[in-house]
């Protein structure tokens, strides 16, 4: 069984349209993150969720929604899409948030690769 | 700035050598990852050593901390083909009320057969 799953695997798009990215976790845990890796790998994290609750939001464009409806699913949904989205976008999940030095690692899912042409 | 710093930026050897990759950060850490990123597939979380420990073993892996220096060294051993990955080091900052990794750039690691 897949531990965390994201769809669509890659979408290709132009400029300017809407698009959103699902993803799913089956491990119970309470946290997830959505990460974009840009063309020279580089790693960064948009947002996590709480139980739902947003608790990170790194300066991200507000063409860029999270939706959670519960705690296994963190979807993504990108308004006006525009050249510079065009990169692979990671969803993941941990089992614990916040207890004081002692995080937890993440479970990755495959990655959704966006091109907007 | 970023927190972690990964070098070599690529790394190329032969099976059965050993890699070591190392991994510099800047701020003050509660704990710090390695994951390893086949190419077109998502992080695999590989091992996680706390600032309050100095070494750490899982299978052919071994990673040392140097929190006085800042700096964290993933050494594999024996390795394999399939090893072939990009190596990230994610470092978790202390003081924060919310948990958030914070990746390198990572290292590319080609083991040739």
């Known amino acids: 069984d897949t531990a965390v799953s994201q769809t669509p695997k890659y979408l290709v798009t132009q400029m300017g349209n809407d698009k959103s990215i699902k993803c799913e976790q089956n491990?119970?845990?309470?946290?997830m993150y959505w990460y974009k890796q840009d063309s020279k790998k580089f790693l960064k994290i948009m947002f996590s969720?709480?139980?739902?609750?947003?608790?990170i939001n790194e300066t991200v464009p507000n063409r860029f929604s999270p939706k959670s409806p519960d705690k296994a699913h963190l979807n993504l949904h990108i308004n006006s899409l525009e050249l510079g989205d065009s990169a692979v976008y990671f969803c993941?999940?941990?089992?614990?948030?916040?207890?004081?030095?002692?995080?937890?690692?993440?479970?990755f899912g495959p990655g959704t690769r966006l091109t907007v042409l | 700035s970023q927190q972690g710093e990964e070098d070599p930026q690529a790394l190329s050897i032969q099976e059965g050598e050993n890699a070591t990759m190392n991994c510099s950060y800047k701020?003050?850490?509660?704990?710090l990852q390695w994951y390893r990123q086949n190419s077109g597939r998502g992080l695999v979380h590989l091992i996680l050593?706390?600032?309050?420990?100095r070494e750490k073993h899982s299978g052919r892996l071994r990673v040392t901390l140097d929190t006085s220096k800042k700096s964290s060294s993933l050494l594999i051993t024996a390795s394999r083909a399939a090893d072939t990955a990009s190596y990230f080091c994610?470092?978790?900052?202390?003081?924060?009320?919310?948990?958030?990794?914070?990746f390198g750039k990572g290292t590319l690691l080609t083991v040739n057969p």
């Open positions: 969720y709480n139980n739902k609750e947003l608790i």
């Open positions: 701020t003050s850490i509660n704990n």
């Open positions: 050593i706390r600032s309050n420990e």
């Open positions: 491990l119970g845990h309470d946290t």
């Open positions: 993941a999940s941990s089992p614990r948030f916040g207890l004081a030095g002692f995080r937890d690692e993440q479970f």
């Open positions: 994610a470092t978790d900052k202390s003081g924060g009320s919310n948990y958030k990794l914070t």
